[in-house]
């Protein structure tokens, strides 16, 4: 992601190059088998200065190694496939000459490999004075044939073998605990050293992995030619040090892709290749080389800066939306008319709590919040006047409701969904679904679960509010207003299951009195959706009400067969003018601190009643705003209705209209006969 | 309790006793060894006519390590040296055959050289490219591009009346012409270090960069003028080389030998590649030990592969000193710092 | 405690240079404990604790660690006998993500990155921490770095736990679920050792406390015997009690330098404030206040490229510095907190550091710098700053005392004619008898009609120093005082709620 924007000129530079080049197919092959054995250097070399080293010296290694290889083989007759084994070995060993510099002795190691490249070419050198004369024998063996010439499933042995170890290198590098200490040492040795990371040793093999890709390298080209001399890899550590530092490796170490240094080495390779085709003189390749040696180098400079920047313009996208007609509240006399209904409940746990989102009341009377500060009260019954912390979450937890055995289910921001059991301990019901395929944006947490109510069969659906955002910030969802929340179910078996992809803010979720189907608020569309999750209409997905004036939060059952919900936040003209704008959006969220943005009003206490059919029965308001500030969930329990409000610092109990009164226990999973081990029994 | 104070403050090491000593002494106290060993053991090494090949082969390592150490003592690198020299003898002679005097062709050299002095110092200071990499690339592009570029010949030769040819055969008050140019530029790179407001502000930046910047130091001033000189002392190099060989090719690779006598140079010559500490008898000390090394290799006819591996272990042994002298503190060490 | 105790100290001590960093430290943590540790600034905590943690070596004394004698050559052999530190400049790589930070060091062979991601949000989150665990840390600030370092700290369940500052920049909400925390690892049996400056988490936490004073310890007491008076009287405890120094020749009616509302985000928002020639202004605040930044916005160190707005104005007229140069060609002077860092040339001698400090603070560079020129401007500046060295043409910085060195820094600062001097932490690091020269010489600047800065940590200091007292915090100024109605608990009240 990081390294995007100098990649893609990269390629846009080599699809220019092959358009006006005539490079034909039997290029390609002479690309590859390039490609195959300096890729290896450029996989080395990558790896060094990830682990903030570099290393110059590993063209000289392939030379040795290639003059080595064919000595052991001409002249001493060493079986073909020891040779094989040897040539990397004989790689790692002047790589250990580096190493042991570098990490032990603590050289600096742009100078040593300077020092070594002109050693281990002199040891090369050395060798083909020696031994030159001896060395014209024709190659015997198959395996030379196989490795220079040969195929491994249709593909050229060396692309087959780079392709291997290009994929073993990228995942070593960024997966294994190896790669992991090479990427610590090479961004902040201190940092890498106080968390008891073996500096020496990493430094030391990377070194050795170097010199050992090197020689192994040295090994194709004197398969692939079939003769070596000292002059074998002269010159390379230029050009696949450009081609590393094209392919956004930085040369401060830390940061750097194997995968990305091998399409700076193809890039390299396709100019090469080019020059050759032209006929132009070497000095042209030269001359190229350097010059894209110092963009890139500049543009990595550059573009670092502006990176993180560019990455936040990306992480927030408003959608545009097209709203419904608004109600407006302030009309006299209608259904929706603002009223007082709720300024006088009595509250409870008046500063203890700290924005409990929802609640829920177990057999005995006695009620549990969550706090955003990570914890679960229990206020006890049935006057709710005492209040302790019964369990701590951690995170933020929001919804509540009781699964089959009576336990306490919570929708816990920032961790899934938990199960609180009778003596106050946690466990974790799930907090992660099947990533989905081919998306680019790891879905696999569940990051902000929000409310979840249980279906007869016992199964959890759980709204996730964002899959890309925390529930710190909220805010974000509520600007971008884009389909990036999902209904997820839990199956009783534990396994987890995403039943609705691609939902705009999923907030209040409740299984329908006939459990045949959930309801589930979009707080962003303000409306409310039913899905069908046994009929005829299994699976479909149909609304119950739209256009709502406000933003609906959390809804529960009522016991005369209707549902209470929410409103989180009001719909105003402005809002919604501003919703048909999702550039004015982007430009507030990057101009103005986030309490000054426009967003629907937030501090309000709205509460409706609605059917299953989608008719809204009954709205209370808490009009002077001074209690209940915010209403974010409603639930009924014998006759009083119970207020919450995730940034409220009481809870509140009304008395219920006796026209409201049913005889359902709300608590109850519809359709099943649910345990009621009580919770405040199984403590005692 | 005192007492471990004492001892901590008085510890005298060989490490310690070294460090404080002058690096060009300890060179100088080398070259001496090595002559004494080298008469005794080597026919024909210690006379007047090889000492003064000796002397005139080390003119223009001398000056390209100066030129080095001119970049290195600000904490930096210039690797494009090398190939200043090279292209410097590469474009007079090609323009003195295109039929321009000698002395434009001279001026036209050192505007390449004033070119990429500039752009180093742009890359390095203002854009804030490393070092290594801006020069490696700047090198290499200028190899490359005045190749492809100007270049028509493969070999060029200097003519024999040529006023470049007297710099590497004349002689000056008994000295030969080129040891005669080093010793200039060794005095006026002394005057410079010492004398000189950018001289001592080199040496500020590569001592602790952060201070010299907050300090109020024009920095990127006193780099692009450090990049500057060094290109411009590499050309001059390149002059007394074409003169000493009569001839230049058109071949050459980024790591010249040249640049890397010169590095070598300034290693052993005692300038720390973290900046702020060498001297000029350091340098020249070095330059000279260098040369006799080659010098000796040669008369006892080593192969060209083995010199190679000579020279290579010598500067091993520098880098091993320099960082046993000069230890990296693991708790403070930067990372990515070549 | 008649229990063997996790750690024991007894008798270390520490050299830097020349001077004692710690010195016969006797010192030990039962399991189970949180033992505070408390000090000023440069009384040595931090050395403590990175002796403890392996991170240094000391040069005497014993260290027993799980009754075990000890010499830790690397932190590693630290961490794997059970001692976990967070550091207060933390230790993480700033390339990786926050959940490989969170589990690096104890790692899986090979680590799969989803539910990787999935259990550090858990982690972060169960603290309250709202981090993403995918972003990579050199992206976060200062606060929620120190964030994932402490919740990685607490994660890796050592025996022993050193907090070294933890709450020096979070949030009282997020102070709270860290106590939380450190209880719970208490009821485990870790044993925690917390460094802080602030005296009320101190005694609100921990079950003793140890007081470090110029690297001695003055004394370890339970918390319960201790009040915040008792605590101050030993960390303080001074030979040299700071004097007051009367005020010269008062302010000048208009502002020599104004601080209009300039922002640099995240450390300094709507930083405002001004500063009258022949007057000291004192600005004290807790560190990552955002005093620093603003002082090196104003000398054009910082680079404001990303400013957020606001203005300077010198004399009436705004200025925008681009580079540090043309800040001191207007004789805006800065003293940097960090010495060691940005304060001096190590390798050179007294007498060349002032000399490059006058050089560079010429408008026109001037070709020629002479030795003789370079000796006539260090002797007057030695002279005048009292810099006792027996030789100062030789005496490298690195081999002077810390009030030696802060001089030669203030000298080569001064080297111009100043207009405003802004000084950070003048005094950090800096021997009791060279403290009172220094005020003098600050003091002396303002008499002769120079606008000066002050930033202090250190109360007593602003107070003594200062004529007016300003109050950053978050990046503001909060509050403002007379140095005459100032007291230490106004302005830590200023700086904290």
């Given at each position: 992601m990081e390294a995007a924007v100098p990649l893609s000129l990269a390629m846009i530079l080599s699809v220019a190059i092959v358009v006006m080049v005539p490079l034909g197919i039997n290029d390609g092959g002479s690309i590859l088998e390039e490609v195959a054995t300096k890729g290896l250097l450029a996989i080395g070399l990558t790896v060094v200065l990830v682990a903030g080293g570099i290393d110059l010296s590993i063209g000289s290694i392939l030379g040795v190694t290639a003059l080595s290889t064919l000595i052991l083989d001409?002249?001493?007759?060493?079986?073909m496939l020891l040779v094989v084994v040897l040539a990397p070995v004989i790689g790692a060993a002047f790589g250990a000459i580096n190493g042991f510099l570098i990490a032990?002795?603590?050289?600096?190691p742009f100078i040593t490999t300077l020092v070594t490249l002109i050693a281990f070419r002199g040891v090369a050198k050395w060798l083909e004075e020696t031994y030159s004369s001896r060395l014209v024998v024709p190659s015997t063996s198959d395996i030379w044939y196989f490795l220079g010439q040969g195929t491994i499933v249709g593909i050229p042995t060396p692309t087959a073998l780079f392709i291997i170890i290009l994929v073993i290198a990228h995942l070593s590098l960024t997966r294994s605990r190896w790669g992991w200490h090479l990427t610590s040492v090479g961004s902040d040795r201190r940092s890498a050293r106080r968390n008891g990371i073996n500096v020496e040793r990493s430094v030391f093999s990377a070194y050795i992995l170097s010199g050992a890709l090197a020689g192994f390298a040295g090994l194709l080209a004197s398969a692939r030619f079939g003769r070596a001399d000292?002059?074998?890899?002269?010159g390379f550590e230029i050009i696949v040090l450009t081609a590393v530092v094209l392919g956004?490796?930085?040369?401060?170490?830390?940061r750097g892709s194997v995968i990305r240094a091998a399409v700076g080495m193809f890039v390299v390779t396709i100019i090469q290749q080019a020059t050759i085709v032209l006929r132009m003189d070497n000095g042209y390749f030269a001359t190229l080389l350097a010059i894209v040696l110092l963009f890139f180098a500049v543009l990595d400079l550059k573009w670092g800066t502006y990176r993180e920047r560019f990455a936040a313009k990306l992480s927030l996208d408003p959608g545009m939306t097209a709203v419904g007609p608004l109600i407006d509240?302030?009309?006299?006399?209608?259904?929706w008319t603002v009223n007082?209904?709720?300024?006088?409940?009595p509250p409870i746990g008046l500063g203890l709590i700290?924005?409990?989102?929802d609640c829920a009341i177990d057999d005995g009377g006695h009620l549990y919040c969550g706090d955003r500060r990570g914890w679960i009260w229990r206020f006890e019954g049935?006057?709710?006047?005492e209040g302790k912390v019964f369990a701590r979450t951690g995170g933020l937890p929001l919804g509540h409701a009781w699964d089959l055995n009576g336990n306490l289910l919570v929708a816990v921001g920032g961790m899934g969904v938990q199960r609180i059991l009778a003596d106050g301990t946690t466990e974790l019901v799930a907090n992660q679904v099947k990533r989905s395929r081919?998306?680019?944006?790891?879905?696999?947490?569940?990051r902000f679960a929000d409310d979840l109510d249980v279906a007869p069969d016992g199964s959890i659906y759980v709204s996730e509010?964002?899959?890309?955002?925390s529930a710190a910030e909220y805010m974000l969802e509520f600007v971008e207003c884009r389909p990036n929340g999902r209904l997820i179910r839990i199956n009783p078996d534990g396994s987890t299951e995403v039943?609705?992809?691609?939902?705009?803010?999923?907030?209040g979720v409740c299984t329908s009195h006939d459990g045949q189907s959930i309801l589930v608020a979009s707080t962003g569309l303000f409306r409310v959706d039913r899905l069908w999750i046994?009929?005829?209409?299994?699976?479909q997905l149909e609304p119950?009400?739209?256009?709502?004036p406000g933003y609906p939060d959390n809804m529960n059952r009522a016991s005369d067969g209707n549902y209470w919900m929410s409103f989180v936040a009001m719909r105003t003209p402005v809002s919604d003018l501003l919703m048909k704008y999702p550039a004015m959006r982007r430009r507030m969220t990057k101009e103005l601190p986030v309490d000054e943005w426009f967003v629907p009003q937030l501090n309000v206490s709205c509460v409706l009643k609605f059917t299953?059919?989608?008719?809204?029965l009954k709205v209370l308001w808490?009009?002077?705003?001074?209690?209940?500030?915010?209403?974010t969930s409603i639930n009924e329990h014998e006759g009083s209705l119970y207020l919450s409000g995730v940034q409220n610092n009481r809870l509140g109990r009304l008395e219920l209209d006796p026209e409201d009164?049913?005889?359902?226990?709300?608590?109850r999973v519809p359709m099943t006969q649910q345990a009621r081990t009580s919770f405040s029994e199984a403590e005692k | 309790m005192t007492a471990l104070l004492e001892r901590r403050l008085t510890r005298t090491t060989v490490r310690s006793r070294l460090e404080a000593l002058d690096q060009g002494t300890l060179v100088i106290g080398l070259i001496v060894a090595m002559l004494i060993l080298g008469g005794l053991?080597?026919?024909?090494?210690?006379t007047t006519g090889n000492l003064s090949v000796v002397l005139r082969f080390s003119a223009a390592i001398g000056v390209v390590a100066i030129a080095q150490a001119f970049v290195v003592l600000g904490r930096g690198v210039d690797l494009s040296v090398g190939a200043m020299a090279l292209v410097a003898g590469q474009v007079t002679l090609e323009l003195m055959s295109r039929g321009w005097s000698e002395l434009a062709a001279v001026g036209a050299a050192l505007g390449v050289a004033l070119i990429l002095g500039l752009v180093n110092g742009f890359l390095v200071?203002?854009?804030?490219?490393p070092a290594l990499l801006a020069t490696l690339g700047t090198g290499q592009l200028l190899l490359g591009g005045i190749k492809v570029?100007?270049?028509?010949?493969n070999l060029y030769s200097v003519a024999?009346?040529?006023?470049?040819?007297r710099l590497g055969m004349g002689s000056v008050l008994g000295i030969p012409t080129a040891v005669f140019c080093l010793l200039v530029v060794i005095a006026l790179s002394w005057f410079c270090w010492s004398y000189t407001s950018f001289g001592r502000l080199i040496r500020a930046i590569g001592d602790n960069p952060d201070t010299a910047w907050q300090m109020g130091g024009p920095m990127r001033r006193v780099q692009i003028g450090s990049y500057l000189i060094a290109a411009l002392l590499s050309a001059f190099a390149g002059f007394l080389i074409m003169a000493r060989e009569g001839s230049v090719t058109t071949t050459g690779a980024a790591f010249s030998p040249l640049l890397f006598a010169a590095l070598t140079a300034v290693v052993i010559g005692g300038?720390?590649?973290?900046?702020g500490r060498g001297s000029l008898l350091g340098v020249a000390a070095g330059t000279i030990f260098i040369s006799l090394i080659v010098n000796l290799l040669t008369l006892n006819s080593l192969s060209p592969a083995l010199q190679d591996l000579a020279n290579a272990l010598t500067l091993v042994v520098a880098i091993v000193l320099d960082a046993w002298l000069h230890p990296r503190d693991e708790e403070t060490a930067k990372s990515g710092d070549l | 405690m008649d229990t063997v105790p996790v750690l024991q100290l007894t008798g270390i001590s520490k050299i830097y240079g020349q001077d004692?960093?710690?010195?016969?430290v006797d010192f030990e943590v039962q399991a189970g404990e949180v033992h505070a540790l408390l000090g000023e600034n440069g009384a040595g905590k931090s050395t403590l604790a990175k002796i403890i943690a392996g991170v240094t070596k000391h040069d005497q004394g014993t260290l027993l660690f799980d009754g075990v004698s000890r010499i830790y050559s690397a932190p590693v052999e630290a961490s794997a006998a059970g001692v976990t530190m967070v550091y207060q400049e933390t230790s993480l790589v700033?390339?990786?993500?926050v959940a490989q930070n969170l589990f690096l060091?104890?790692?899986?062979l090979f680590n799969r990155m989803s539910p990787l991601n999935i259990a550090a949000r858990g982690l972060l989150v169960a603290h309250n921490?709202?981090?993403?665990?995918?972003?990579?840390?050199?992206?976060?600030?200062a606060a929620q770095k120190q964030m994932v370092e402490i919740a990685r700290g607490i994660h890796r369940q050592a025996k022993l736990l050193i907090l070294d500052e933890?709450?020096?920049?979070?949030t009282p909400e997020e102070k709270v679920q860290l106590f939380l925390s450190m209880e719970q690892a208490k009821q485990r049996g870790v044993a925690i050792i917390f460094i802080t400056h602030n005296l009320e988490e101190a005694l609100a936490i921990s079950d003793r406390v140890t007081v470090l004073r110029d690297g001695v310890v003055q004394a370890t007491r339970p918390?319960?015997?201790?009040?915040r008076e008792s605590i101050v009287r030993m960390m303080v405890g001074r030979d040299v009690e700071y004097m007051r120094h009367p005020a010269g020749r008062g302010a000048a009616p208009?502002?020599?330098l104004e601080v209009d509302n300039v922002t640099l985000l995240p450390m300094v928002r709507n930083m405002s404030f001004s500063v009258y020639a022949g007057q000291i202004l004192g600005i004290a605040g807790l560190?990552?206040?955002?005093r620093s930044e603003v002082a090196m916005i104003v000398a054009g160190?910082?680079?404001?490229?990303?400013?957020g707005g606001g203005q300077i104005r010198l004399d009436g007229r705004p200025i925008r510095y681009r580079t540090p140069r043309q800040a001191r060609r207007d004789g805006i002077v800065y003293v940097t907190e960090d010495r060691k860092a940005s304060g001096f040339?190590?390798?050179?001698s007294i007498v060349e550091n002032i000399h490059l400090g006058h050089i560079s603070a010429q408008s026109r560079l001037p070709v020629l710098a002479t030795p003789r020129e370079r000796r006539t401007v260090g002797k007057r500046f030695v002279e005048r700053f009292a810099?006792?060295?027996?030789?100062p043409a030789k005496a490298?910085?690195?081999?002077?005392?810390g009030g030696n060195q802060q001089k030669v820094v203030l000298a080569k600062g001064l080297t111009v004619r100043p207009n405003v001097v802004i000084i950070d932490?003048?005094?950090?690091?800096?021997?009791v008898g060279a403290i009172a020269e220094i005020h003098a010489i600050i003091r002396g600047l303002a008499d002769d009609g120079v606008a000066v800065v002050v930033i202090s940590s250190y109360l007593p200091e602003i107070l003594a120093l200062s004529d007016r007292v300003i109050v950053a915090r978050n990046g503001s100024i909060v509050a403002e005082f007379d140095a005459n109605d100032a007291n230490e608990e106004s302005i830590m009240f200023a700086a904290v709620h």
């Open positions: 001409r002249v001493y007759g060493v079986p032990k002795i603590k050289t600096r000292s002059g074998v890899g002269l956004g490796v930085s040369l401060s170490g830390g509240v302030t009309v006299l006399d209608t259904l007082g209904r709720l300024t006088d409940a700290e924005g409990a989102e049935p006057d709710h006047a081919f998306s680019l944006h790891d879905d696999s947490a569940i509010f964002s899959s890309r955002t039943v609705i992809k691609n939902y705009v803010s999923p907030n046994s009929g005829p209409k299994k699976g119950v009400l739209e256009d709502l299953d059919s989608g008719q809204v808490d009009e002077t705003l001074e209690n209940y500030p915010m209403v009164r049913g005889s359902i226990d709300t608590r | 053991t080597t026919q024909g090494f210690l200071a203002v854009v804030g490219v570029g100007l270049l028509q010949s024999p009346d040529a006023f470049l040819r300038v720390s590649l973290s900046g | 004692y960093a710690v010195r016969g700033e390339t990786m993500t060091g104890n790692e899986k921490f709202h981090i993403r665990p995918e972003a990579v840390v050199g992206s976060l600030g933890p709450t020096a920049s979070v918390t319960a015997e201790l009040d208009i502002p020599s560190v990552g206040a955002g160190i910082s680079k404001r490229r990303r400013l040339f190590s390798h050179m810099i006792r060295t027996l030789n490298k910085l690195v081999e002077l005392s932490e003048p005094t950090r690091g800096v021997d």
